[in-house]
């Protein structure tokens, strides 16, 4: 699910700032769900509008990645550090528009959360069963424009609800959809 401008590995620089994020799963009309947010239109967010996982910077306070992960989700949606079990981390990903670092967290709940988005941050909820990610051989692809300057061609994502998913948090998915479907 990269776009062929992602053709080699970013390195890990010094200056880059370190994120968490948290894929969490929970169990939903008889299946797994995952649960993604629509960003707000902050003019300061170089990720506005976009569909992500919950999950942001890495404070001083913050004890670990796990952490970080957890604590944006409470903050972000509104889902209890004390509900959620970790299973473990996936791939960690530059991201090089924005210079961080992201390291995906999965952890699940044991039910289907009551979602508190925060205003500031969250402009949707977007809940999406699993097997969504399920057929991933031969994604869709479609040009999406990332800043006034810039649009990319032929970008592989994901359609959930007519939420365009892709760049970091597409492959999070991919990853996390070949760990569990293959």
């Not at 929970?26 to 996982?53: A, C």
């Not at 040009?143 to 061609?153: A, D, G, Q, W």
Request: aromatic share 8%; net charge negative; charged share 25%.
């Amino acid at each position: 699910m990269a776009h062929g401008l992602r053709h080699r590995e970013y390195e890990v620089t010094k200056d880059m700032m370190t994120a968490g994020v948290l894929l969490l799963l929970y169990p939903y009309l008889d299946e797994w769900y995952t649960v993604l947010i629509k960003r707000t239109d902050n003019k300061h967010d170089k990720h506005k509008g976009q569909i992500s996982f919950p999950g942001g910077k890495v404070d001083p306070s913050d004890q670990s990645i796990v952490h970080t992960a957890l604590r944006e989700c409470d903050e972000e949606i509104g889902v209890s550090k004390d509900d959620i079990n970790i299973l473990g981390q996936l791939t960690s990903l530059v991201i090089p528009v924005s210079n961080f670092l992201v390291h995906p967290v999965v952890g699940y709940t044991k039910y289907r959360p009551d979602f508190i988005p925060e205003v500031n941050e969250v402009a949707a909820i977007i809940e999406s069963p699993i097997s969504n990610f399920k057929n991933i051989d031969t994604p869709k692809t479609k040009s999406i424009s990332i800043s006034n300057r810039m649009t990319l061609k032929n970008v592989p994502y994901f359609d959930i609800d007519s939420h365009i998913v892709w760049g970091a948090t597409a492959m999070i998915l991919a990853e996390f959809s070949e760990i569990v479907f293959k």
